[in-house]
């Protein structure tokens, strides 16, 4: 048994926190029964409604993708190009993408069905580290990149203090390698980041989230989490 808005939040209906909402506001069924009671605990068994519409109460299942390139982070796209989920064919959960990584971006994105574990990693309070590796166009020494240990402003937004290491530079090409340490998930913020200091990135992958790397994936594959490894990620965003 388990409650109520943890289970439509588990079918990625809305956060655990809409559920209780969607409760309150009488939206909720449950065998047919309107339930407005927060603490009311339901079975696998039991027929739970949202706005009349039944929800399924699957098994909560954690991949992780490594993205390639020229991928929408969704599970659909109005414009027919390639989405993640295109990748998990013969999964029979309805699964879709914790965040999102860029049309040009690759590397690791997690997807899942359960909407209440989504929802915690999203949220900009819960500091899970990303750590993402550019390739820029310019020369990248420590006192350009120093700013981005202080936050710099984007969008009339200051962002939070990032970790940055230089892996290498190409004067003859003009480019260096960028490694880049970031716990919030702003639109494009890698990106505007580096462009606030000078340095316009060229390519992107995002190599590590919280402590998963891509060890054992070429693009386009996945494997699912283990339960440390969830475990892992519930703890780091408590």
């Not at 590796?133 to 020369?139: I, L, N, P, S």
């Given at each position: ?109 997690l997807l899942t069905n359960d909407g209440d574990f989504s929802q915690r990693l999203s949220h900009p309070k819960h500091q899970v580290d990303k750590v993402y590796v550019a390739k820029v166009k310019g020369f990248a020494d420590n006192k350009t990149l120093y700013p981005l240990a202080k936050g710099v402003m984007i969008e009339g ?82």
């Amino acid at each position: 048994m388990e409650r109520l808005q943890k289970v439509i939040a588990h079918a990625g209906i809305a956060s655990r926190r809409k559920a209780e909402s969607l409760i309150t506001e009488g939206r909720v069924k449950v065998n047919g029964e309107v339930v407005t009671e927060l603490g009311t605990k339901v079975s696998k068994k039991e027929r739970i409604e949202v706005d009349g519409v039944p929800i399924y109460q699957e098994e909560p299942v954690y991949y992780l993708f490594y993205k390639p390139r020229g991928v929408i982070s969704a599970v659909s796209d109005d414009k027919n190009r390639k989405v993640v989920t295109d990748y998990f064919m013969g999964i029979p959960e309805r699964i879709y993408p914790v965040g999102r990584l860029d049309y040009d971006t690759s590397g690791i994105l997690l997807l899942t069905n359960d909407g209440d574990f989504s929802q915690r990693l999203s949220h900009p309070k819960h500091q899970v580290d990303k750590v993402y590796v550019a390739k820029v166009k310019g020369f990248a020494d420590n006192k350009t990149l120093y700013p981005l240990a202080k936050g710099v402003m984007i969008e009339g937004r200051k962002t939070a203090p990032a970790r940055f290491e230089i892996l290498s530079t190409d004067r003859k090409a003009g480019t260096s390698i960028v490694e880049l340490t970031i716990h919030e998930g702003r639109n494009h913020q890698v990106k505007n980041m580096l462009a606030a200091v000078g340095l316009p990135v060229q390519k992107l992958k995002r190599e590590r989230y919280g402590d998963l790397t891509l060890k054992g994936l070429r693009p386009g594959e996945f494997r699912r989490l283990n339960a440390k490894e969830i475990n892992g990620l519930r703890n780091s965003s408590q």
